[in-house]
């Protein structure tokens, strides 16, 4: 079979590769005239007479019509899957290839949902990449070829597209957008609890980085009755990784055991940069619970992996908790080293929140190593302004904090002032979101 073969040519070639004549194959509903006129390409055969000729050669009506093999989907499926694999180990090229040859082949066969996942994934490699803008515009693509039932499928393409909204600042969009979608799915007489899960993990992410720690638990307990219900073993281990990190000191245990089943589900199914995610998660946690050594380990172990793996963004991450432990730990040199180095690849990427932290604790370093610095005082200006876009006020809160008292140590007490007042400013307002 040749790319261009038309309808009319397949259902020759199958009639004749099943032994039969014209007339066995039209009758005794239509002619053998009649079927000649088609095999000729002189008719279009209506979805009726085509159902007819498909039962008799024993196929797939929708298979004759675009010409694709019986199996295709499963096959497209399978190559996505290991595309899938071959992009968590850092092959991004060979996962390029593979989601394009999808895609074409999926256009080929009309088949919808194959063809948005090839181009969700095609998005997913470019996000590792770093090219966010490219992402965006591939995700928005993978919208347009969504169809009503495509539930699950709308959830992951959202998911991501909030993420990208949260790297460009935009995080009261991307909750706008992650919100919506919940209630959405939510509304349906059967709610997908696959798509509950993704867009769960993905506002409880967006949570943690704002410190809306209360609601993020919230959205955890109402979630826990559906995870025996989820199909999707990688959103299963998402979700574990994400609320792993709301636990506190007295609950190191159940983190633990919730990375531990992350970890068994993403190295079951191949995913190495997600178990560099588990290393780094697990990192955030030791260090916001006054472990610094033990996370400094954990980050230089998901550094160590996502590095390998070329994830640019989440290797950007971890290096910049790492810097944080070091320079907790007095190793300023070393935390200005990794510093510098994640500043260097947001800045590439234009990741604001990574941006604004490695400006903060880059200030941090100067204000430490000289009180006063008026480097140290750009500095932690520039990240305050950061958070302030992005809107996370928390970090904007602690930033305005630390600016103030860097303006105090060299003399400027009319600074410190303004800034102190720029941080109660922002822990006054309400913490709400645009649909509550």
């Known amino acids: 079979m040749t790319e261009e073969e038309s309808l009319g040519a397949r259902i020759r070639?199958?009639?004749?590769?099943?032994?039969?004549?014209?007339?066995?194959?039209?009758?005794?509903?239509?002619?053998?005239?009649?079927?000649?006129?088609?095999?000729?390409?002189?008719?279009?055969?209506?979805?009726?007479?085509?159902?007819?000729?498909?039962?008799?050669?024993?196929?797939?009506?929708d298979d004759l019509r675009h010409g694709r093999p019986a199996d295709a989907a499963d096959v497209l499926a399978d190559v996505l899957a290991e595309a899938r694999r071959e992009l968590s180990r850092g092959r991004t090229r060979d996962a390029a290839a593979k989601a394009a040859d999808v895609?074409?082949?999926?256009?080929?066969?009309?088949?919808?949902?194959?063809?948005?996942?090839?181009?969700?994934?095609?998005?997913?490699?470019?996000?590792?990449?770093?090219?966010?803008?490219?992402?965006?515009?591939?995700y928005t693509t993978a919208k347009t070829l969504l169809?009503?039932?495509?539930?699950?499928?709308?959830?992951?393409?959202?998911?991501?597209?909030?993420?990208?909204?949260?790297?460009?600042?935009?995080?009261?969009?991307?909750?706008?957008?992650?919100?919506?979608?919940?209630?959405?799915?939510?509304?349906?007489?059967?709610?997908?609890?696959?798509?509950?899960?993704?867009?769960?993990?993905?506002?409880?992410y967006t949570f943690l980085e704002l410190d809306w720690r209360e609601r993020a638990r919230r959205l955890e307990r109402e979630a826990l009755p559906l995870l025996p219900r989820v199909r999707n073993r990688e959103w299963l281990a998402q979700f574990s990784v994400t609320v792993a990190q709301l636990r506190r000191d007295h609950d190191l245990a159940d983190t633990e055991r919730l990375l531990g089943e992350a970890l068994a589900i993403y190295t079951d199914l191949g995913l190495t940069r997600e178990i560099g995610i588990c290393q780094w998660a697990h990192g955030y946690v030791l260090r916001r619970v006054g472990r610094v050594g033990e996370a400094a380990a954990r980050f230089e172990q998901a550094r160590a992996i996502l590095r390998e793996v070329g994830a640019v963004q989440d290797l950007a991450g971890a290096t910049l908790e790492l810097a944080e432990a070091r320079r907790l730990d007095g190793d300023l040199d070393g935390a200005e080293r990794l510093a510098t180095?994640?500043?260097?690849?947001?800045?590439?990427?234009?990741?604001?929140?990574?941006?604004?932290?490695?400006?903060?604790?880059?200030?941090?370093?100067?204000?430490?190593?000289?009180?006063?610095?008026?480097?140290?005082?750009?500095?932690?200006?520039?990240?305050?302004?950061?958070?302030?876009?992005?809107?996370?006020?928390?970090?904007?809160?602690?930033?305005?904090?630390?600016?103030?008292?860097?303006?105090?140590?060299?003399?400027?007490?009319?600074?410190?002032?303004?800034?102190?007042?720029?941080g109660l400013l922002a822990a006054a307002r309400p913490l709400v979101t645009p649909h509550e």
């Open 13 to 61: 070639r199958l009639r004749l590769e099943r032994g039969l004549t014209q007339r066995e194959l039209a009758e005794p509903r239509y002619t053998r005239a009649f079927l000649a006129a088609i095999e000729a390409g002189v008719r279009v055969p209506t979805a009726e007479t085509l159902a007819h000729i498909a039962g008799t050669l024993g196929v797939d009506a």
């Open 103 to 138: 895609e074409r082949r999926a256009r080929r066969y009309a088949l919808p949902e194959l063809r948005c996942r090839a181009v969700h994934l095609a998005g997913d490699v470019e996000l590792h990449r770093g090219d966010v803008g490219a992402a965006i515009q591939l």
């Open 147 to 204: 169809e009503p039932q495509h539930v699950t499928l709308r959830a992951a393409v959202v998911a991501r597209e909030a993420y990208c909204l949260q790297i460009t600042g935009a995080t009261s969009e991307a909750i706008t957008l992650l919100e919506t979608e919940l209630r959405s799915v939510r509304a349906d007489a059967d709610p997908d609890p696959d798509a509950q899960i993704r867009l769960t993990s993905a506002l409880v």
């Open 341 to 422: 180095e994640a500043a260097g690849i947001c800045h590439r990427t234009q990741h604001q929140e990574c941006m604004a932290e490695a400006d903060r604790i880059l200030g941090r370093i100067a204000g430490a190593r000289s009180p006063g610095d008026p480097f140290a005082d750009q500095l932690l200006s520039r990240a305050a302004d950061r958070y302030a876009e992005s809107g996370l006020t928390a970090e904007l809160v602690t930033t305005s904090r630390l600016l103030g008292e860097q303006r105090r140590a060299a003399g400027n007490v009319e600074g410190a002032a303004e800034s102190f007042r720029r």
